[in-house]
């Protein structure tokens, strides 16, 4: 299922709980649920927050073995994976700001990527189900 929501901004309550209530992750476990919305509302506030875009699209995608979720926007071309991870071990007060969301991506999906093509960010996330 491919979703496109134009224009974005103020939207992103709503765009979350559309992919949420698609077909292929409603027939998840609550736990894979739980992750895939945590990670959908960190890369969703991303895109909406700092792209610069105007319009997101969502496809989800339920194969054999994974879940697969790709967000598209026309917005400033940046790779969040490429960003150093934060150090979790440095207390709160000391520890820089931003990337914390991307971080937990990576610790709660199977595989995450990136890339920039046709002039449009595509940020790919899986998990096995």
Same mark, same amino acid.
């Given at each position: 299922?491919?979703?496109?929501?134009?224009?974005?901004?103020?939207?992103?309550?709503? *765009?979350?709980?559309?992919?949420?209530?698609?077909?292929?992750?409603?027939?998840?476990?609550?736990?894979?649920?739980?992750?895939?919305?945590?990670?959908?509302?960190?890369?969703?506030?991303? *895109?909406?927050?700092?792209?610069?875009?105007?319009?997101?699209?969502?496809?989800?995608?339920?194969?054999?073995?994974?879940?697969?979720?790709?967000?598209?926007?026309?917005?400033?071309?940046?790779?969040?994976?490429?960003?150093?991870?934060?150090?979790?071990?440095?207390?709160?007060?000391?520890?820089?700001?931003?990337?914390?969301?991307?971080?937990?991506?990576?610790?709660?999906?199977?595989?995450?990527?990136?890339?920039?093509?046709?002039?449009?960010?595509?940020?790919?996330?899986?998990?096995?189900?």
């Amino acid at each position: 299922m491919k979703m496109r929501f134009d224009p974005v901004e103020g939207r992103n309550a709503e *765009i979350i709980e559309s992919v949420m209530s698609c077909e292929e992750i409603l027939s998840l476990p609550d736990d894979l649920q739980f992750k895939v919305r945590l990670c959908t509302e960190e890369v969703e506030e991303n *895109i909406l927050c700092y792209s610069g875009s105007t319009w997101v699209e969502v496809g989800v995608d339920k194969g054999e073995s994974y879940l697969t979720l790709e967000f598209r926007d026309g917005g400033v071309e940046f790779d969040p994976l490429a960003k150093e991870d934060p150090d979790i071990n440095t207390s709160i007060e000391e520890r820089k700001v931003g990337g914390l969301g991307i971080f937990l991506c990576k610790q709660m999906m199977d595989y995450l990527e990136y890339r920039f093509e046709d002039g449009c960010n595509l940020f790919i996330m899986k998990k096995k189900i």
